[in-house]
């Protein structure tokens, strides 16, 4: 079994930053494409970042490009999305989430196999 937990939310206001980690046990972070997810009241959940196993791989929401920025520390179990220049509409709760599959299927919500319970960003206009 694997546990996932993210930590490093918080109120910040619009223009800021932040820094979310979310820790793994149970099994080495680097068997796993690891990625960010989000959910707003009200909205769906919604794809934010990816990162595959060595690093090298990225991909983005069009939403975050440029602003934010995955990256992991296998030694550590660690993956990290550094938040810059936030803005309200960033508000949300934010998952991690561990998949088996590889980066090619990043995008598929439904591929990944361990969630975290997320941690809440509050970004004030």
């Known amino acids: 079994q694997v546990q996932v937990v993210e930590s490093g939310g918080g109120l910040v206001q619009a223009g800021g930053s932040l820094r979310l980690s979310c820790a793994t046990s149970?099994?080495?972070?680097?068997?796993?494409?690891m990625a960010w997810f989000r959910q707003a009241p009200g909205k769906e959940r919604e794809f934010v970042a990816a990162?595959?196993?060595?690093?090298?791989?990225?991909g983005y929401a069009a939403s975050v490009k440029g602003r934010f920025t995955i990256s992991r520390d296998n030694a550590k179990n660690t993956m990290y999305l550094q938040m810059n220049s936030l803005k309200p509409e960033d508000t949300a709760v934010y998952f991690c989430?561990?998949?088996?599959?590889?980066?090619?299927?990043?995008?598929?919500?439904?591929?990944?196999?361990?969630w975290g319970q997320g941690t809440q960003v509050t970004v004030s206009s």
């Open positions: 149970g099994r080495t972070i680097s068997d796993y494409t």
């Open positions: 989430a561990a998949s088996t599959h590889s980066f090619s299927v990043y995008l598929m919500e439904h591929l990944y196999d361990y």
């Open positions: 990162i595959g196993w060595s690093g090298t791989s990225t």
